[in-house]
């Protein structure tokens, strides 16, 4: 794994990369540069871990797919300033990549916010796409259907089967090649530890 390899290839892309050794470090870092703003955070077990949602809340308006929203916040949701999810995968070529059930997460990180943030474990980092992509799928997805309790094959033995369950949570696969056109910024903050799947 090399860590500055992947910082590079990103910015190369389009896409803010900055290298932080702790999760602490990482979380002061994004509480400097967000004040003020309507941020929306994707279910993410890193983000949760580090505690973002409680330290960001104290200066901006935060909206949090774990936390029970009213329709009225729902609404306001979409009209987020600053999206913040993690990945499920993140390939040395610069290359981010998630797996999403309902595909909020995925559609808050393509279109419409002044700046998308991405907190990324070291242990989402792979060597290029197809690993990324294997890594999404074969390791986070079962992963996640078994932290969230759910019917799938994968919650048994944590294989996919590529399932055609009514729970399935691998329905939509995004892969930021660059900076979208359509978000004002894009940041990865890459972490030097482990966080989330
Ligand atoms: S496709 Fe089905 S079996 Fe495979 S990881 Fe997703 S939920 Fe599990």
């Known amino acids: 794994m090399n860590t500055e390899k992947v910082i590079e290839n990103l910015r190369a892309r389009g896409i803010e990369a900055e290298y932080y050794e702790s999760p602490q470090q990482a979380l002061d870092a994004l509480c400097a ?15 949760r871990d580090m505690g973002v949602f409680e330290a960001l809340k104290e200066h901006n308006d935060v909206y949090w797919h774990w936390v029970e929203r009213s329709p009225e916040q729902r609404q306001i949701e979409c009209r987020a300033q600053v999206y913040m999810a993690s990945a499920n995968a993140l390939a040395e070529t610069g290359e981010i990549v998630n797996i999403d059930g309902t595909g909020n997460r995925v559609s808050g990180t393509m279109y419409g916010v002044e700046c998308v943030y991405y907190v990324v474990g ?44 009514g729970q399935r949570i691998c329905n939509v696969l995004s892969v930021t090649m ?20």
Do not use: F
């Open 178 to 197: 660059g900076k979208p056109g359509g978000v004002g910024r894009c940041k990865v903050l890459l972490v030097g530890q482990p966080l989330g799947y």
């Open 33 to 47: 540069e967000i004040c003020g703003k309507r941020v929306v955070m994707g279910g993410s077990v890193t983000l």
């Open 122 to 165: 070291v242990n989402k980092i792979t060597p290029d796409l197809p690993s990324a992509i294997e890594r999404a799928r074969h390791t986070a997805a079962p992963l996640n259907a078994k932290r969230l309790g759910l019917s799938t094959p994968c919650t048994v033995d944590g294989k996919c089967r590529d399932c055609r369950s």
